[in-house]
């Protein structure tokens, strides 16, 4: 198959590793005689993906047994149900970092269980800066809830900010994309679609000590409790996602995250630049410390020059770089799995174009 070049969002490119390993493993798996497609929930293959996994994530991450490490079905939207479910109790408070498109629905999926307020937001600017850090926050919040890469406006958090109350942070779309100090949360979870796999998964990650926070009785497939107790296999998983996911942190880990962010610096930084240096293209993000290294997002000058180079994409093969319509004009998603030669070639296509 000729592949494409590929700038999407999410579902996004799979390293060709990975994907050469899922189709071999839906043929057949190991020695089991079943394709993965078959391979049952509770079988002893499917635990040893889970604890490699589980294995993989904290030594990735540089945490231990304090955390617990759950697959879960639902990718984000799930967590922004689960999280005020769980965590957010009848007269308490929840503090939301409105950054962006995401971690603003996040917010208001949270109203539906409690007092959720936003401590900070970017939105009358449609998103293209970070909000201000609060100073200072509410007394007794249950948690402060954060995202720290927005895939939508193309803003990144690049410190983690401080806290009193339990930080938690949705790391969909920058998870194992550079050097992170995951302990300083008590919980971060992410949509696999981006970098670690694919759709409907979703991997959370807990202090125990949030876990003694509970705040109501829930059926058990929305409870991280319950779900911690069956160890991810409460009902019947998503074996082949999981499956992904842990080829996904294999390659991670044989490339090794230093590697991965130099070269994800080394795209950010052509594409960027192309775009300063450009009397045609305009960054979305004008602030530099604030933008993604993960989506980079731009317009051209004119709506009728939007058209015509996304036509010229599309004639190239470059597929997936539409902005969102929140937006408008342009996203090139570089997710750890995007070579360098996918953003050389959008960047000689940029240069030489004129309309
Ligand atoms: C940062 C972030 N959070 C959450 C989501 C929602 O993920 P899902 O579509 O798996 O619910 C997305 C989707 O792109 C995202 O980018």
């Known amino acids: 198959m000729q592949r494409k070049i590929n700038f999407n969002a999410g579902p996004s490119e799979l390293p060709p590793e ?3 390993e899922a189709s071999k493993a839906v043929r057949k798996y190991n020695n089991t005689g079943l394709s993965i497609l078959e391979l049952p929930h509770r079988s002893k293959d499917f635990l040893d993906i889970i604890e490699e996994s589980k294995g993989l994530i904290r030594e990735l991450c540089g945490i231990g047994a304090e955390y617990e490490v759950l697959w879960l079905h639902g990718g984000g939207r799930m967590q922004f149900c689960m999280i005020p479910m769980n965590f957010l109790p009848e007269g308490g408070t ?4 409105d950054s962006g ?3 603003n629905e996040a917010l208001v ?19 293209s800066h970070l909000p201000v850090w609060p100073a200072t926050q509410p007394k007794g919040l249950a948690y402060v809830h954060f995202t720290t890469n927005n895939t939508i406006a193309g803003t990144q958090w690049h410190t983690i900010p401080k806290s009193k109350a339990p930080l938690i942070a949705d790391m969909s779309s920058d998870i194992f994309s550079q050097k992170h100090d995951y302990s300083k949360y008590s919980m971060f979870y992410a949509a696999a679609q981006k970098n670690l796999g694919v759709a409907g998964v979703g991997l959370a990650v807990i202090h125990k000590d949030m876990l003694k926070h509970v705040a109501r009785e829930m059926p058990p497939m929305l409870s991280y ?3 911690v107790k069956e ?7 998503n074996v082949f996602g999981v499956y992904v996911s842990l080829l996904m942190l294999r390659w991670i ?15 950010a930084k052509l594409l960027y630049d192309a775009i300063d240096s450009s009397s045609v293209f305009t960054a979305h993000v004008k602030e530099k410390a604030h933008r993604s290294l993960m989506n980079v997002c731009f317009t051209a000058n004119t709506p009728e020059l939007e058209k015509l180079f996304l036509a010229l994409c ?5 597929t997936g770089i539409k902005g969102h319509r929140s937006v408008g004009g342009f996203r090139a998603s570089i997710y750890n799995a995007v070579p360098l030669e996918s953003v050389e070639r959008l960047v000689e296509l940029m240069t030489g174009f004129k309309g």
Not at 110 to 126: E, P, Q, R
Not at 232 to 237: H, R, Y
């Open 314 to 318: 599309e004639d190239r093969d470059i």
């Open 94 to 97: 929840a503090g939301y970092i």
């Open 18 to 20: 990975v994907l050469h």
């Open 109 to 127: 999926y949270a109203t539906s269980y409690g007092n959720a307020v936003a401590l900070a937001s970017s939105k009358d600017d449609n998103y």
């Open 101 to 103: 498109h995401w971690a």
């Open 231 to 237: 160890d991810s296999i409460l009902n019947t998983s």
């Open 253 to 267: 880990k044989e490339r090794g995250i230093d590697t991965i962010e130099a070269e994800n610096k080394q795209k």
């Open 225 to 227: 409790k319950a779900q």
